[in-house]
């Protein structure tokens, strides 16, 4: 995008706070995953630093977990403007028998920055980002991890709610469906 996503306005607002707003709907403690604190300081939130820095979103879950003593981490991007709080609920009802829970489109992609991790993730994820490894797919096809990918009408959520604006164009096909 060539700027900082989460600060995006949508609505007249940035998109980080949408999501937090809709994060404190679901838990009394949230989170923003972020190296450079005064840029969240806004959202009166607690910013986590990454313990492995540069390694990505990965380093941010490691760094939620880090921080809690829950058993559940929901991951969330700071980049989905249609993500709604149904979806959110589903992940996290879903979570009870498994490791980690991922929404998956239509076509077969697995959404792993929105999902519901549970705490024994932790030692793979660790061991992961000591070797380097920071792909959400390192963790998800590890043998030991069990994942239960969600698919929109067991999840209650369309393709369209996990749309990621990466681009410009992404951006612009976002507001066109919008007005």
């Not at 949230?30 to 979103?57: C, E, K, M, W």
């Not at 990466?166 to 469906?177: G, I, K, V």
Request: glycine share 6%; aromatic share 6%.
């Amino acid at each position: 995008m060539g700027f900082n996503k989460a600060l995006l306005e949508i609505n007249g607002r940035p998109l980080i706070q949408t999501l937090a707003e809709l994060a404190r709907k679901i838990t009394d403690e949230v989170f923003i995953s972020a190296n450079d604190a005064g840029v969240y300081a806004f959202l009166g939130l607690t910013i986590v630093p990454d313990v492995h820095r540069g390694q990505g979103p990965m380093a941010g879950l490691h760094a939620a977990f880090a921080r809690t003593s829950r058993s559940l981490v929901l991951l969330m991007a700071c980049d989905l403007p249609n993500l709604h709080e149904e979806v959110l609920r589903s992940l996290i009802d879903e979570a009870r028998d498994f490791d980690a829970v991922v929404p998956r489109t239509a076509d077969g992609h697995c959404h792993p920055l929105c999902g519901v991790y549970r705490r024994t993730c932790l030692p793979v994820l660790e061991s992961n980002l000591l070797k380097g490894m920071n792909k959400a797919t390192d963790l998800l096809h590890h043998a030991s991890i069990w994942v239960r990918y969600l698919d929109g009408q067991a999840g209650n959520f369309s393709d369209r709610d996990l749309k990621n604006l990466n681009t410009p164009e992404d951006l612009d096909e976002y507001r066109s469906a919008e007005s």
